[in-house]
């Protein structure tokens, strides 16, 4: 089996344990930190078809008296509503403070689960089980979870640290070729912000063989940045790499374009950016590009400077008069750089270039 854990200094610190096949003993390993109880597992309707039974069983003979509340699959259940929903059930189960809420799903069953852990009876203790490549390498690592309001993405969260987070790789064999290629956006992301070597190797796309390793080294990698500046007001800003950018792609494609396919756009055309104006080393944004090409991810957007800077505008990394831009310096490095909001448009114009 061969579980590599990292352990991330986030908040009191945790485990990340990463391996082939150990969905089948994460009751165990839960165990190991946590004291049987009762379980909440918190799952969608595809993840629950295809994982639900195997986690139940091995939570059930490690000791743990699990229940599940599934809702149905996909962005659009990431509210208020699901979420109040979600704490229903979670009364109507009886879970006490010392009880355990489990996120088994992609990113939007953590951002989900997590909230609901985090404010139901003030707070109870969860377990990440990250089923999608994207919520491996990112969202199930890092404490943040929110849910979506009519007027954005994102806009209502709570920062929750999990106890462990348990990434069976063998979960991603089920998952659909594009979000697979979501999630290794987000990876590319890390070899371009640290890893020269980690970026290397997307060069003929994803080794599924190794993806482990690959992952144990992005969680690595996140958990550096994040546990450095936990509640997002420094260096975590790193993480928005091609996020700026992607957002509005996101945005002005009314969410078509799924999330990493528009950060890799946006990663691109970032770069392009700073080749113009001297953060980013000439050739910078050829290597990304090529790199994401090799991963089946789009390099640029159908749309002008104009429209994404409209869209860009709502970006809460927006504070005040200035605008936080991730600018790459070369692959394994990145800075961080404000600039005026005013000079927003120019920059994405240097970036969407003469594709
Ligand atoms: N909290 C954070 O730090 C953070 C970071 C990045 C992204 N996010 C959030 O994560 C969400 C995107 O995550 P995602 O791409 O994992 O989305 P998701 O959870 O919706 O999963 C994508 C799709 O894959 C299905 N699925 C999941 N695992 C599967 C598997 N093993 N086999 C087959 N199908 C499977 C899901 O049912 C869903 O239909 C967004 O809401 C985003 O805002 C949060
Ligand atoms: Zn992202």
Redesign the pocket.
């Given at each position: 089996m061969g579980t590599i854990s990292v352990n991330i200094d986030v908040g009191k610190g945790y485990e990340v344990f990463i391996g082939r096949g150990i969905l089948s003993c994460c009751g165990q390993l839960i165990a190991e930190s946590v004291s049987p109880c009762r379980a909440a597992i918190i799952t969608?309707s595809?993840?629950g078809k295809?994982y639900l039974e195997t986690v139940t069983r091995s939570l059930v003979r490690a000791g743990f008296k699990p229940c599940a509340y599934t809702f149905e699959?996909?962005?659009a259940s990431?509210n208020m509503e699901t979420l109040s929903d979600a704490l229903e059930f979670l009364a109507d189960s009886g879970i006490t403070r010392s009880d355990l809420v489990v996120a088994l799903?992609?990113?939007?069953?953590?951002?989900m689960a997590g909230f609901a852990s985090g404010v139901y009876l003030r707070g109870i203790k969860l377990v990440q089980i990250p089923?999608?490549l994207?919520?491996m390498v990112?969202?199930s690592v890092?404490g943040?979870?929110?849910v979506n309001l009519s007027a954005g993405?994102?806009l209502a969260g709570i920062f929750k640290q999990p106890e462990m987070v348990v990434c069976d790789t063998d979960?991603?064999h089920?998952?659909?070729e594009q979000?697979f290629a979501?999630g290794a956006a987000e990876a590319i992301k890390y070899g371009v912000l640290t890893d020269r070597a980690l970026f290397d190797g997307f060069e003929g796309g994803v080794d599924r063989g190794d993806l482990p390793r690959i992952i144990a080294r992005c969680v690595e990698i996140k958990g550096k940045i994040a546990a450095a500046d936990e509640f997002d007001v420094g260096q975590r800003r790193l993480l928005n790499l091609g996020h700026t950018i992607g957002h509005a792609v996101e945005k002005c494609s009314n969410f078509e374009i799924p999330?990493g396919h528009a950060v890799a756009a946006g990663m691109v055309m970032i770069a392009r950016a700073g080749e113009n104006l001297g953060y980013t080393q000439k050739g910078v944004a050829e290597a990304i590009a090529g790199v994401l090409r090799a991963n089946g991810l789009p390099v640029s957007a159908p749309y002008g400077a104009d429209e994404l800077c409209k869209a860009a505008m709502s970006d809460k990394k927006r504070c005040g008069g200035s605008i936080s831009l991730v600018f790459p310096e070369y692959i394994g490095s990145c800075r961080v750089v404000d600039r005026p909001v005013s000079e927003l448009r120019d920059i994405i114009e240097l970036g969407v270039g003469n594709q």
């Open positions: 969608d595809n993840v295809l699959a996909g962005e990431k799903g992609g990113g939007v069953t953590g951002d089923t999608t994207l919520s990112d969202s890092g943040k979870t929110a993405k994102n979960c991603l089920t998952l659909p979000t979501d999330h």
